[in-house]
């Protein structure tokens, strides 16, 4: 297999893309603090399995543009990168599968454009409709402790402490997690210190991940910074407050979802009762699977698993 890598234009920036094998078209959204390489072991197994397979770095990561501004990162412009590329890139239309924050982007890609988009799975977040409130009003917050996400609204304050030691977070923040024997992370951060001060320090690196794969990561975000990929948290009200049209729409497409039983997402307060009734949000919702012994990083962590699911939902797709 030969990933290729090349740049296109779509809705007024440039995206990089990493491609790989012929057939139907299949769209891989990352999260954060990632890019397109957090898909590698899917992007073998899919365009051999026959698919045509596009990563790109999401807005704001890699070699994709990075706007400055905040208000360019909201879901609009994340979810229209997405269709621009699909129309830059094939005439029929595309499965699109996300992990992390790339999750919500892949899930409004299908509700927004099913003419685009025919088919979509989410690893880790969940579909989640819109809420009575703006998301940041509601987010836990005591005298001492923040939510993670409030601690990233605040220009500078995240960037300054990630970038501070690039490898050392990108070390921290993937493997921080990984050993399934120590206390699970807080999703809170200390009012007086950073978030990752709360991390534990992984004494060696899960079987998952080597040093090659964090000195990739740590060379793009060195280079990058981690302004962007924190601008997507910084439009999370802005996101509400768009989604007002949609507040009782449904995902009408083919659906999957996927996450690790240890992944800090599912244990939310009310993710639970979310992810039980899923369905009556997303009527197509084939199956949600939960993968044992699996933390945040699905794709990466159980990449064969992951694979599987995805060709299974992606063949069952193909004989309808």
Request: with cysteine; charged share 20%; proline share 8%.
């Amino acid at each position: 297999m030969v990933v290729e890598h090349r740049f296109v234009e779509s809705n007024g920036i440039k995206i990089h893309i990493a491609e790989a094998g012929a057939g139907p078209l299949v769209l891989l959204c990352h999260g954060f603090p990632e890019s397109w390489y957090s898909w590698r072991h899917q992007i073998k197994a899919l365009s051999e399995a026959g698919y045509h397979v596009i990563a790109p770095d999401m807005r704001g990561y890699g070699q994709t543009d990075r706007p400055n501004a905040i208000d360019q990162y909201s879901l609009f412009h994340l979810v229209g990168d997405m269709v621009g590329l699909v129309d830059a890139i094939a005439d029929g239309p595309a499965v699109v599968i996300g992990h992390d924050w790339g999750a919500p982007v892949a899930w409004h890609c299908a509700l927004f454009r099913p003419d685009r988009f025919h088919a979509v799975a989410g690893l880790s977040v969940p579909f989640r409709p819109r809420g009575p409130a703006p998301p940041t009003s509601v987010m836990p917050q005591t005298d001492n402790e923040i939510f993670y996400q409030l601690y990233f609204q605040a220009e500078g304050i995240a960037e300054k402490e990630f970038e501070q030691d690039v490898r050392k977070t990108v070390r921290l923040v993937l493997a921080g997690s990984s050993n399934k024997n120590s206390p699970p992370i807080s999703s809170m951060v200390p009012r007086q210190g950073g978030w990752l001060g709360s991390r534990p320090a992984p004494p060696s690196l899960p079987n998952w991940l080597s040093e090659k794969d964090i000195d990739y990561y740590a060379s793009e975000l060195e280079r990058t910074g981690f302004r962007g990929g924190l601008n997507w948290y910084r439009n999370i009200d802005r996101n509400w407050e768009l989604m007002a049209p949609w507040s009782d729409a449904k995902v009408g497409v083919p659906a999957l979802y996927m996450a690790g039983d240890r992944d800090l997402v599912v244990k939310f307060p009310g993710m639970d009762q979310l992810i039980a009734n899923l369905k009556q949000f997303v009527p197509k919702l084939e199956q949600t699977i939960m993968l044992p012994d699996c933390g945040h990083w699905t794709q990466q962590e159980k990449a064969d698993e992951v694979n599987s699911a995805l060709i299974a939902f992606l063949k069952s797709l193909d004989s309808k």
